[in-house]
Every structure is written in structure tokens, then in C-alpha cells.
């Protein structure tokens, strides 16, 4: 007895079967019967019919089977090339925490040979050397603003 597959929401359920579609397009265009392709891919005819009419029951080794059969597989890299919500994700992460707050490290740290960091540490530099700028009570909002500037994190990835 098979075993019953996750349900897939309706619209995930027509690109599957969109898919599907462009599959047997791709194999009519290279005037492949499906018994041919089947027969390259491992599989059975009734399979490749499954999988062109975009089943979810088909696993997706079949899918690359074909894919390959038909010289497509390399079109499997573009899948999540980009991943713009893991990114999105990753960088929620990476802002800064309340003070107190231990969090673990997820980034990769940047050597002190970037341009960017080059650039925070003259910055940092220039900060430090800054005169205040004091007449009476008054302070400048520069001097201010070199107090609060974030840490730059050196060669070890640590913050100074």
C-alpha cells in the first residue's frame, strides 16, 4: 500500500501540475514518446503520465529523473538560488540585541582587509580624535553621535 502524501494547498497544487505540463511540452517539443522517456528515466509509462499530469504522490527523484532524460536537470540550481526569505530571515537575526541579551553569532565575520570595515575603523578613528565642542552646557550632536557609534568587530570577529 502506498503511503499517503502531505496535502499541498491549491495553489502549490496547480504549479505542480503547471510543471507537470511544461515537462510533457518539453518531451513533445524533442519527439520523445512517453515510453521512450520512460523507459530512460526507470520508470513506467503510467508514472510518467502521474508525473506529467503534475501528481504530488510522484517522488521528486522521478521529476529529476525525467528532467535529465530530457537534458533539463540543470535547471534544478535555480530552485532557492536566491532564497530571498531565508535571507530575510538570517538578517532579522542579525540586528543588534538589547543590551543584556546574549545571542549567538550566525554571521560570518568580515576580515579587517574589507573596504567596509576599512572605512568603520577610520571612522572610528576620526570619532576618537573629534574635539567637543562644548560652550557652556551645550555639547554638538557630532560628538553625541560619536559616543553611541556601534562597535566595529576586529580581524577575530570580536567587538572592541
Request: hydrophobic residues 35%; glycine residues 8%.
Amino acid at each position: 500500500m502506498a503511503k499517503k502524501t502531505a496535502p499541498l494547498l491549491p495553489a502549490t497544487e496547480l504549479r505542480l501540475q503547471q510543471f507537470g505540463k511544461r515537462l510533457r511540452l518539453a518531451r513533445l517539443r524533442r519527439r520523445l514518446t512517453g515510453k521512450q522517456v520512460a523507459e530512460r528515466a526507470g520508470m513506467t509509462p503510467v508514472t510518467l503520465r502521474s508525473l506529467e499530469r503534475g501528481s504530488s504522490g510522484v517522488t521528486m527523484g522521478a521529476y529529476l529523473a525525467v528532467m535529465q532524460v530530457l537534458g533539463a536537470e540543470g535547471d534544478l540550481d535555480l530552485l532557492l538560488k536566491d532564497d530571498p526569505i531565508g535571507r530575510d530571515l538570517q538578517d532579522a537575526s542579525l540586528t543588534r540585541s538589547p543590551r543584556g541579551v546574549k545571542r549567538k553569532a550566525t554571521a560570518i565575520p568580515r576580515t579587517t582587509d574589507s573596504p567596509p570595515v576599512q572605512r568603520a575603523l577610520k571612522k572610528k578613528e576620526q570619532a576618537t580624535t573629534t574635539e567637543w565642542a562644548a560652550d557652556g552646557n551645550f555639547i554638538s550632536a557630532d560628538s553625541l553621535a560619536s559616543l553611541i557609534k556601534p562597535p566595529v568587530p576586529n580581524a577575530k570577529g570580536r567587538r572592541q
